[in-house]
């Protein structure tokens, strides 16, 4: 096990360093340096994370464009015209009638709340396993309106579900951690970074199967738990800072099988 820390420790160095930036999604709420600008572009570029970086990157920016590249002033202060602009927005499954539901429940809760933070903190207490219950009442406080169309309920994922929330733990990822190498945000203070759940996607889950990391079988909200826990151990305090480790393992991973390294 310490030969492995030290492994991943290294790789964590090598990975979480501002050139990270530049082709992840992350880099969209890079963009900007109001709290509420970083929050509503950040929870965007994290929900249409699908697929190829490159085209997530390339379609928030599309998005934020539509917005006139100031998304605050724009769920604030928008025109119905404004919003037939965004029913060109497309992304894979994401749509017309997600975006105008995302945009009418930011419009909503920006208008009561200061930040973003609120909502994701909806009943915190400070056990170590608590984000199960507060992604849970995030998900029920985001469809609470009457209007919310029951398809869009599927781009925010939900314990309750048995989702393993990848989308939604790599937006927390940024908003909550907090070290000096400028990659992760570190914006909120309610929740701890112990109490984060590492994003499992696709390279995270291979690379973390063949270090012995995770042995469930299917990947969903409980490997997710069977992963943090094990990443625990190594650090117990900030052990969210291994999702650097096991990403960028498997993105060279990909590239060196293409031959691109």
């Known amino acids: ?3 492995l820390k030290g492994f991943l420790d290294e790789k964590v160095m090598l990975f979480n360093q501002p050139s990270f930036i530049e082709n992840d999604p992350i880099s969209i709420p ?7 600008d970083i929050e509503i572009s950040g929870f965007f570029a994290a929900v249409l994370a699908w697929g190829q970086r490159k085209t997530i990157i390339n379609k928030s920016l599309e998005l934020m464009d539509m917005m006139g590249n100031s998304p605050y002033d724009f769920v604030l202060n928008h025109s119905e015209s404004d919003l037939k602009q965004l029913m060109k927005f497309k992304h894979r499954t994401f749509n017309d009638l997600d975006t105008l539901y995302f945009i009418d429940f930011f419009s909503r809760y920006y208008r009561e709340n200061h930040s973003l933070e609120h909502a994701f903190s909806l009943g915190y207490t400070p056990d170590i396993d608590a984000m199960e219950m507060l992604l849970t009442n995030f998900h029920d406080s985001f469809f609470q309106s009457p209007d919310a169309p029951q398809r869009t309920r599927k781009h925010v994922a939900t314990p309750k579900k048995k989702s393993a929330c990848k989308r939604i733990n ?3 990822r940024w908003m909550v951690r907090k070290d000096d190498m400028g990659v992760d945000f570190g914006l909120w203070d309610k929740i701890a970074p112990s109490q984060l759940i590492c994003p499992c996607d696709l390279h995270v889950d291979r690379i973390g199967r063949s270090l012995g990391l995770i042995q469930r ?3 969903d909200w409980l490997t997710a738990m069977e992963l943090t826990r094990n990443l625990r151990i190594f650090d117990a305090v900030d052990p969210v800072k291994y999702d650097f ?3 960028g393992l498997g993105v060279l991973q990909n590239e060196e099988k293409a031959g691109l390294k």
């Open 217 to 219: 079988k299917q990947t």
């Open 30 to 36: 890079h963009r900007f340096s109001k709290l509420q």
């Open 245 to 247: 480790a096991l990403f």
């Open 170 to 172: 790599m937006f927390l």
């Open 1 to 3: 096990m310490d030969d």
